[in-house]
């Protein structure tokens, strides 16, 4: 068993130039994910300069399953008006990166399938028929099933025209069309900015990139200051497996309460079910092992099935589960809180920011609004439980399912974090995320030290793997 996405097994692909000197472009991206690329795409006749802080492809669209499809489990909004547009946004998504997969010929697996949303129990079903009115405003043909046997749901909708790829090929597709019309360059990590005479000054590596036009496309925003993020979000964390079957079914499904998600892939003629489950906060979830185990006991007692590749994946959950994309401020742009669903929310937030820098009318663009009022109540709800979090994190040195190899001590006022490896060496990192100082958790199955306030990961040498943290934690050897 491979711990690691399916998607990233085999992948093979020589990096980008790093940023070394001074820069100077029109228009700078940053972040080379579904965001960063499909942006790109639309600005490729600008002067635009991308970068990532590692190599395009690996980032968190690498851990989704990469499923195109409107029937989500998010589509109720309490507005009518919200609800239309959200879901109209989410098919324009899907047609687009149909657009360009067959414009540019990506062989990224692009499969047509069907895409069912179904209730376990009473309280979804009655969910799924307020969905099933949204679905009618639009003139959006489905079916109904009742007890179709689809994973013990009791009632389901079926619709014919969404999608699966294989994201880590559509993304190293997007970037070798785009090689030739822009400058990308990897391993580069930016970690401040300011705005002198209408100008970005972006610190990258150790030189700095001035540019017109910013667009932060990073996941989660790497600075506090952009839009508030911290205070308008939370972090979802999710455990997926994909499992070897007899046959690739053709369809997509999630359970209208979000906690169950599955597809089918084929891979060197071999058929996988890719599964996700066990999603919920990022607080909550953060024994990996254990989890990780429960898993794997779950899928083979309902499935009976042996899993080859588990990987756990990162959501930033918008107060509304609505991007939160577009203009934050004088020719700066933001992208984040994609609450689950980042191929089309990213693609089609690519679309509302390229359309803002051209000039170009976008009905999304309210929708997405990164200063818009959010949901008051949830806004308060998520900040006291990452408060929680935060105090927890404080509290809390050594955690009952850490093992021998892991401690975490003070020394001189100063809080670190110690694993022993195999050979019995010690690797010693400061236990504070540089991001908003929560303390930090080490992840056993991975071997990295994990972030419980917003998901900054370093590996046991303190070297920061995926941010919004753009600092290690590394103490320097004396």
Not at 5 to 32: F, P, Y
Not at 84 to 91: D, E, M
Not at 92 to 116: P, T, W
Not at 417 to 440: A, F, Q, R, S, W
């Amino acid at each position: 068993m491979f711990n690691n996405s399916i998607w990233l097994k085999g992948v093979k692909t020589k990096a980008n130039k790093k940023v070394t000197k001074d820069l100077e472009t029109d228009i700078l991206i940053i972040g080379g994910g579904i965001t960063g690329l499909t942006t790109a795409y639309f600005l490729k006749g600008k002067k635009v300069v991308l970068i990532d802080k590692d190599k395009i492809g690996y980032g968190k669209t690498a851990f989704s399953t990469g499923k195109l499809t409107y029937l989500q489990d998010n589509l109720l909004k309490g507005n009518k008006e919200k609800e239309n547009l959200y879901l109209q946004s989410q098919i324009d998504a899907l047609n687009i990166v149909k657009d360009i997969v067959i414009e540019n010929n990506i062989k990224c697996d692009y499969e047509s399938n069907l895409s069912f949303l179904y209730a376990t129990n009473k309280k979804e079903k009655r969910k799924i028929k307020k969905i099933e009115k949204i679905l009618t405003r639009n003139n959006i043909s489905y079916k109904i099933k009742e007890n179709n046997n689809l994973y013990n749901s009791i009632y389901s909708i079926k619709v014919d025209d969404t999608a699966v790829i294989n994201p880590v090929k559509y993304m190293l597709g997007l970037k070798e069309v785009l090689t030739k019309k822009i400058d990308i360059y990897e391993n580069s990590i930016a970690t401040d900015f300011e705005y002198i005479d209408e100008r970005f000054k972006v610190k990258v590596n150790n030189s700095y990139i001035i540019a017109k036009i910013l667009i932060v496309a990073t996941h989660y925003p790497f600075l506090i200051s952009l839009g508030l993020i911290p205070f308008k979000t939370h972090i979802e964390k999710s455990f997926l497996a994909a499992m070897n079957i007899d046959k690739n079914k053709k369809f997509n499904a999630i359970s209208q309460n979000g906690n169950h998600s599955i597809r089918f892939y084929t891979r060197e003629q071999e058929d996988y079910m890719v599964y996700c489950s066990v999603s919920n906060r990022l607080s909550k979830n953060i024994d990996n092992e254990k989890i990780s185990k429960n898993l794997l006991w779950e899928i083979k007692s309902r499935f009976n099935n042996k899993v080859k590749y588990i990987w756990s994946n990162i959501d930033v959950m918008s107060s509304d589960l609505i991007p939160l994309s577009g203009k934050l401020d004088k020719n700066l742009y933001i992208a984040t809180g994609y609450s689950t669903w980042g191929l089309t929310n990213g693609t089609i937030s690519a679309k509302v920011i390229s359309d803002l820098i051209l000039g170009l009318d976008n009905k999304y663009t309210s929708l997405l609004d990164p200063n818009r009022m959010s949901n008051i109540v949830n806004l308060i709800v998520n900040n006291m439980k990452t408060a929680k979090t935060y105090i927890l994190s404080k509290a809390i040195k050594n955690y009952s399912f850490y093992k021998k190899e892991v401690v975490v001590y003070t020394e001189n006022g100063i809080r670190y974090g110690k694993y022993t490896d195999d050979n019995n060496v010690e690797h010693i990192v400061y236990n504070k995320c540089p991001h908003m100082k929560c303390n930090l958790i080490f992840n056993s199955l991975d071997k990295t030290w994990d972030c419980p306030c917003h998901a900054s990961r370093f590996d046991i040498d303190g070297n920061v793997i995926s941010g919004p943290a753009n600092y290690s934690i590394k103490v320097e050897k004396k």
